[in-house]
């Protein structure tokens, strides 16, 4: 990914992808003193890039630090950075970390450095192919208790058991897995939040112990929009086998069915699909609706 061609904003500047480098005692890579986001550009336009800037802030103060750009200033570097990069439909990554000038836990007066990359990374949006739904495990690592682990940042450090438990179910050829929480009731996929329906009701966990996505949030409203019932409550693993349908949500999953957690298997069904449908609806801008 070092190698590719075109720009990262860095530190306010367009330094050249290949020459977007920072030394190996960066804090950040010791001590995961890091935040980032992941976001999606449709048709030329970043979905919701207003609210992820704000999370990035959000993640970093709980983290005890201050991104040095504003949220207004990070939007426009988007902005021209997805121009400049000439992309339509791409993957958005900012990133906020400790940088070199301080080795210890304790890195107080370390410089924050903040960059933005984009690729290229068109949106797969084959529906016949989705609607097919994909296979997780279940973790053997649990999403942390919120006194043990800043869980509404979104944390290069909280990262560290998905990585674990995505590669895990990996190697046993499922797609992804499903992680419980600390109290054993289910919390998420590695990287998206995760949505049940029972008798034409969607159920999902609540967002206490790890990020209420952007997604979440929008496919809930979706949801609504279209009169369906939606209960955020606690979830335990032995109800599995009592839902219908099941579907992930995030910023780079979108909406993804589901057609197997371990033993428990699923019919990606109607409100999958419908909502899985509106998403992409909601993310396109208008002018590229119309241009189809
Ligand atoms: N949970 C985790 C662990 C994630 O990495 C993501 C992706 N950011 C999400 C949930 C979904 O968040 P969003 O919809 O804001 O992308």
Not at 153 to 158: D, H
Not at 171 to 183: E, T
């Amino acid at each position: 990914f070092d190698q590719l061609d075109g720009y990262i904003w860095f530190n306010g500047e367009f330094v050249p992808w290949k020459e977007a480098k920072i030394h190996v005692l960066t804090h950040g890579l010791h001590y995961a003193s890091g935040v980032f986001e992941g976001e999606r550009a449709y048709g030329g336009r970043v979905f919701k890039l207003t609210e992820h800037n704000q999370r990035l802030h959000r993640s970093a103060e709980i983290l005890g630090f201050k991104i040095p750009y504003t949220v207004e200033e990070l939007d426009a570097a988007t902005i021209e950075l997805l121009k400049r990069q000439g992309f339509a439909d791409a993957y958005v990554r900012p990133i906020a970390w400790r940088g070199s000038e301080m080795m210890g836990v304790s890195a107080q007066n370390s410089r924050i450095n903040v960059a933005i990359a984009i690729w290229q990374w068109g949106s797969y949006f084959n529906p016949a192919e989705k609607l097919k739904g994909i296979r997780l495990d279940i973790a053997d690592y649990r999403r942390p208790d919120p006194k043990t682990a800043p869980s509404a940042s979104k944390a290069a450090g909280l990262y560290m058991i998905c990585t674990i438990s995505k590669h895990a179910a990996e190697a046993k050829g499922y797609a992804d897995a499903m992680m419980l929480d600390y109290r054993g009731q289910v919390a998420e996929a590695t990287g998206a939040n995760i949505f049940f329906v029972k008798d034409g009701v969607i159920h999902t966990p609540l967002p206490d112990c790890f990020l209420n996505g952007i997604t979440r949030q929008t496919v809930i409203e979706l949801a609504k929009r279209r009169g369906y019932e939606i209960v955020e409550r606690a979830i335990w693993p032995d109800e599995l086998s009592t839902f219908s349908e099941c579907f992930l949500t995030g910023s780079a999953a979108e909406v993804t069915p589901v057609s197997e957690i371990g033993p428990y298997t699923f019919t990606p069904a109607a409100i999958s699909e419908t909502l899985m449908n509106d998403y992409m609806r909601e993310v396109y801008p208008a002018e590229a609706a119309a241009a189809e």
